[in-house]
């Protein structure tokens, strides 16, 4: 069974720090890797997606991904406290359906 | 550019009934797949709609049915609800499978 380990947190850090949110996943097969936010009682909101090894930057997010370790990261620089939210890792693998499976979300909670 | 919309938003239900939600995909996109989230988990995939065929299911029982229509929109239906079958249920819709962009959500509740 496909697995999509976070560790649930909470992850609290100052305004104006990097938060560092990880996620493990356990299918060697899995080619595309996203990073949703969901406010409390809202939807998922996509905020960064990565197919190859290395790092990708959008703005303050930079998502780090290492196929090898079976690892994908977010790193949010310059954290608000508007950043405070759930972040779930998602991995899909390819082959004609792509449905990713969700990890349970690390709760952030940035503190003025 | 029209996201992805669900209806109702919220709807209660006693058990045994069924329920029907209702999903329109964004602009463009022709996949859809449901999500079950319960509180404090991850989304859990129910199953997807690719051109109208089922293109996938999740650990769900029969009575988790769906279709998609030509204009790519969707239903999710539940038969003989369960206490259990609260929660938030997620509509995401895609161009070819992802990435994938979700509603707002229908949150059911079961008395």
């Known amino acids: 069974q496909k697995e999509v380990e976070q560790n649930s947190g909470p992850l609290s850090v100052p305004e104006g720090a990097i938060a560092s949110l990880n996620c493990t996943y356990s299918?060697?097969?899995?080619?595309?890797f996203f990073w949703y936010r969901q406010y409390s009682g809202k939807s998922p909101e996509l905020i960064m997606s990565i197919y190859s090894n290395g790092d990708k930057e959008d703005g303050r997010f930079t998502a780090q991904l290492n196929k090898a370790s079976q690892y994908v990261s977010l790193l949010i620089r310059d954290s608000q406290p508007s950043d405070s939210a759930t972040y779930l890792c998602?991995?899909?693998?390819?082959?004609?359906?792509?449905?990713?499976?969700f990890g349970r979300g690390t709760s952030l909670i940035v503190h003025p | 550019e029209t996201g992805v919309t669900q209806s109702p938003t919220h709807l209660i239900k006693t058990r045994g009934q069924q329920v029907t939600l209702r999903c329109s995909s964004q602009?463009?996109?022709?996949?859809v797949s449901w999500y079950q989230q319960a509180l404090g988990q991850g989304p859990q995939f129910i199953f997807q709609y690719y051109r109208e065929e089922e293109n996938g299911r999740g650990n769900f029982p029969p009575r988790f049915s769906g279709l998609q229509f030509p204009n790519y929109s969707s239903e999710l239906n539940v038969n003989a609800l369960e206490l259990d079958d609260s929660a938030l249920y997620l509509c995401?819709?895609?161009?070819?499978?992802?990435?994938?962009?979700f509603g707002d959500g229908t949150r059911l509740s079961i008395l």
């Open positions: 602009s463009g996109h022709n996949t």
């Open positions: 299918d060697r097969g899995s080619q595309s």
């Open positions: 995401a819709s895609s161009l070819d499978g992802q990435p994938q962009h």
């Open positions: 998602a991995v899909s693998t390819s082959g004609g359906s792509y449905i990713p499976t």
